[in-house]
């Protein structure tokens, strides 16, 4: 008999409910309550006829945790569907940012011209800073980031992940 995976991976899960006062709190008390951490969460109503929102939630745990996690929120009473996109195939996650850089001179430039690089649009601009927006994955994002300390980087906001899966298959 085979030893269960220990191994630690991120995974992405996506969570149809129905949008009604406490359904974000129960999700996060499920979490919170066994030890489980959030590495990024959105939510937002996606369907205002029927009522439903959907929560995604980037966690890692090994095999044997997120298969605890998802099977947990499937038996919240407003859940109406699990998926865990990373196990179920191919799907797109985005995350947007907004960054912004205090600096003059030629640290002003060279973050004009990494964020050219980054596809990052400058949204706000003063005489001595600028704010970003940039959209794309989560490690294009901190790359980004990471970049721009030493030009004088002061705040960063962040959304956390969204994602949908790939081809004609709804969740």
Not at 27 to 46: D, H, K, M, P, Q
Not at 115 to 143: L, M, Q, T, W, Y
Request: net charge neutral.
């Amino acid at each position: 008999m085979s030893e269960p995976s220990k191994e630690v991976n991120r995974h992405t899960i996506a969570v149809l409910v129905d949008n009604e006062p406490g359904v974000l709190a129960r999700v996060i008390g499920l979490f919170s309550g066994r030890g489980y951490n959030i590495e990024s969460l959105t939510v937002a109503e996606t369907d205002h006829v029927k009522g439903q929102s959907r929560i995604t939630v980037v966690t890692s745990g090994t095999p044997m945790i997120i298969e605890q996690i998802k099977a947990q929120l499937g038996r919240l009473v407003p859940v109406h569907k699990v998926a865990d996109l990373t196990l179920e195939g191919a799907h797109v996650e985005r995350e947007l940012a907004l960054v912004k850089v205090v600096g003059k001179g030629e640290k002003r430039v060279e973050s004009l011209r990494i964020a050219d690089i980054f596809r990052a649009r400058a949204v706000d601009s003063s005489n001595n800073s600028f704010v970003f927006e940039i959209v794309g994955a989560a490690s294009k994002i901190d790359a980004f980031i990471e970049l721009m300390q030493p030009l004088g980087l002061s705040e960063v906001s962040r959304t956390g992940a969204a994602a949908i899966s790939r081809g004609n298959k709804p969740i």
